[in-house]
């Protein structure tokens, strides 16, 4: 029963360049959740997604960020023209269909840095 | 507006010591609050979720308490372990999106052999 999945784990990006984060929820979960972690801070609510859906991104920056959860495959993470300021930790979470608050269950990170 | 504390922000103790990790947040109500444990370089990993109207729970030597009138909850670990070094994190939910995660900034625990 394999857990909430994301990769890559470690990505290098330069100024400028795009990164696309990857979360692959755990089985039968449908909810989808993305934090950031910046260096030496806690962890901050991004957006949460169900399929197909954006259902808040209050937490996204307004610009270069999006996400998105597909009918099928993975939910997406993107962040175009990566600054030095993007360098963190990001992780995805994921529920199941149940009502809320319910337990989130994260997967284990991708580490940006961009140069 | 909800805000998480945790109290200290490191700790160090040598081995067999028991020890209480603290976490305090400003509106006492809340659905429920969730302890994890994050390993450096690593992910999370829930340790236990205790709901609004339970007073604490237990996992192994780990014991989570929650006093919601006074804002606070406790994380006691016995007889602590060097295994048992990590960063610990508390988290309640936003009530008005309870989806939204709020989280402490952790506690950084060392046990040394």
């Known amino acids: 029963n394999a857990g909430v999945m994301q990769n890559p784990r470690h990505l290098v990006r330069r100024r400028g360049q795009e990164a696309r984060l990857r979360c692959s929820p755990m089985k039968g979960h449908s909810h989808v959740y993305w934090y950031r972690q910046l260096p030496e801070e806690g962890l901050k609510f991004m957006v949460y997604?169900?399929?197909?859906?954006?259902?808040?991104e209050s937490g996204m920056p307004k610009e270069r960020f999006s996400a998105e959860f597909p009918k099928e495959g993975p939910s997406i993470l993107r962040i175009q023209q990566v600054v030095r300021g993007d360098s963190a930790a990001y992780f995805c979470?994921?529920?199941?269909?149940?009502?809320?608050?319910?337990?989130?269950?994260f997967g284990p990170g991708t580490r940006l840095t961009v140069l | 507006k909800q805000e998480v504390t945790q109290i200290p922000a490191a700790l160090s103790v040598p081995e067999g010591e028991n020890l209480v990790l603290n976490c305090s947040f400003t509106?006492?109500?809340?659905?429920?609050l969730q302890w994890f444990r994050q390993d450096p370089g690593k992910g999370l990993t829930s340790l236990l979720l205790i709901q609004s109207s339970q007073r604490e729970q237990t996992s192994g030597r780990l014991n989570a308490s929650l006093d919601k009138s006074s804002g606070r909850s406790t994380l006691y670990i016995a007889a602590s372990q060097p295994g048992d070094s990590a960063t610990y994190l508390c988290?309640?939910?936003?009530?008005?999106?309870?989806?939204?995660?709020?989280f402490g900034s952790g506690t950084r625990l060392l046990v040394r052999p």
């Open positions: 988290a309640v939910p936003w009530m008005d999106s309870s989806y939204k995660l709020i």
């Open positions: 997604l169900q399929k197909e859906n954006i259902i808040d």
């Open positions: 509106d006492s109500a809340i659905y429920n």
């Open positions: 979470a994921s529920s199941p269909e149940d009502s809320y608050p319910d337990e989130q269950f």
